[in-house]
């Protein structure tokens, strides 16, 4: 039998080779295989004969505590470096460069106007001034205004003086403070972050202590409050708060006190600014209690039977310059106010009654009635109340009434525009709500708030408009509109002229005021200060951030000290200059406070019904 394996078949039994010449043996007797007989050997058998392919052996690397392959480890390392450029470095280069401050963006033109604005309150405070006033050259005045008051401890020491004269008229007093305390209510985070904040509300607190002085704040029911300190008579020749021409500080005649034992108007209004201070105040629960106190009782003052007369009717040293023309608008407005800073229904309950908007005539939309100021506040109560409605949409049963008052505020704003001509305007771009007569601004500042507001009220409430008609109109139209009014005050008109004194390179400076033009190192009698008031020189103090009366209808203006229908500022009329100007001003973002203003209003919701009695059969 052939052998294919070569060799033969036989096994030898001899043990005489070591096993060492065995192995040589095998060693050589597979190599000795022919080749020939290797080359008839199929796959399988040459397999068998070599033996399985030598591999390569893995090398690995001792760690000590952890043995891994060679390949493993330098893969590892790589992903280590790759980690390290692509997240380590990024992040070490963060941390190490030397980091730049973000410098916020310059403040707008309205905050650069709103911080001086602010100071022409500084300038009208009357009594004893702290220290931190800020106006050098304003001192203690007005000490012994209501010495002779047996009912009011102390006096009415405080408060503002009105204008350019020294008369502390306590309807716009009220009014000025109302509105200083609605715009700090809708933005305080402007006014935070301008840092005016505090500011502001020290101004509000100053004359709120006032109003709070006026009448019986602890009592329930009143008889009379306080209208007026000081005051003048028309050609009067007797030395009075006209007559005489001398800075509050060297007042040497007598002040007269006004009261009235009816005041509808006025009794509404002390409610609203002392209701609107409260809120401003609720972190502060003691005093915004007792804000809360006075301003029920002047409400239910006003409210009295038998003392629905307005407060300036036939008064002399009142009538001819805040003559009250209706108190049903007043009636509104202080309602409204008393229920945001009380949530008593009662009130808003009378302020959406329809015989009060008959009254009011605010369904009439007399243009008139749409001039928002001291004397009507149709349109600001209005927009007040639409607020509830737009926020809170109340329903039943005050849905109709407010819904009226939406639709009337809309109405309002579209007459400020002058594609509806129901205003006429200047050619220079100035809106003209009292007709072409004297002091135009404070009008224009007041309507320029409410069209702003209302414009942040829509983009709050996610509205993008209004109708007029039917014509639909954005939102950012009556922004507009709002815009390049108070840009028309701050400069942007026919004589490149800024109304705000402080602001700006070109400002009148023969403001009409006593305080300003008189040196204030120089003591001068009654009639010793005519030279002051007569002289063609500039004032020698600056009184910052006064609001002048304003142009003429044809946009002239003469800045003359007597010409007080052009140069005079007055505290109301600033005050609803500050109002437009933080409603406008983007510098600390945009916006109303949705809440705040709602923070002592319940819930609207009806009652859970009592559970229904157990059925008996």
Known sequence: MHNHWGGSLEISTTDSATEDEKSRNMEWDRASVSYQHYQHLDETQQSWLLGPPERKKKKYVDLGC????????????????????????????????????????PPDNYTLALHKALLFFNAQKSGKLPKNNGIPWRGNSGLSDGSKLTDVKGGLVGGYYDAGDNIKFHFPMSFAMTMLSWSAIEYEQKYRAIGEYDHIRDLIKWGTDYLLLTFNSTATRIDKIYSQVGGARLNSTTPDDHYCWERPEDMDYTRDVQMANGAPDLGSEMAAALAAASIVFRDDNLYSRKLVQGATTAFNFARRFGGRVPYSRGNPVIEPFYNSTGF?????????????????????????????SKHAKAALMIPDLSVFSWDNKLPGAMLLLTRMRMFLNP????????????????LTMCSYLQTFHVFNWTKGGMIQLNHGRGQPLQYVANAAFLASVFADYMNATNVPGWYCGSSFMSQDVIREFAASQMDYILGKNPLNMSYVVGYGKKFPKHVHHRGASTPHNVKTSCTGGWKWRDSRNPNPNTITGAMVGGPDKFDKFQDVRK?????????????????????????????????TIFSAVPPLYPATPPPPPPWRP
């Not at 470095?89 to 410098?103: D, F, N, R, T």
């Not at 329903?395 to 809309?410: D, F, K, Q, R, V």
């Open 66 to 105: 952890v043995v891994c392959s060679t390949k493993a480890l330098k893969w590892t390392v790589y992903g280590i470096l790759i980690a390290f450029f692509v997240i380590g470095l990024p992040v070490m280069i963060v941390k190490l460069v030397p980091k730049h401050k973000h410098h916020p963006s």
């Open 328 to 356: 049903w608008d007043d009636y509104m407005w202080g309602a409204a106010w008393m229920y945001y800073a009380t949530g008593n229904r009662s009130y808003i309950s009378f302020a959406t009654d329809p015989r009060l």
């Open 395 to 410: 329903g039943y049963p005050y849905e109709e009434m407010l819904g009226s008052y939406h639709n009337l505020t809309g």
């Open 563 to 595: 010409s007080y229908s052009y140069t005079e500022p007055t505290l109301a009329g600033n005050a609803g200059l500050v109002a437009a100007l933080v409603s406008l001003t983007s510098t600390a973002g945009n916006g109303v406070d949705r809440n």
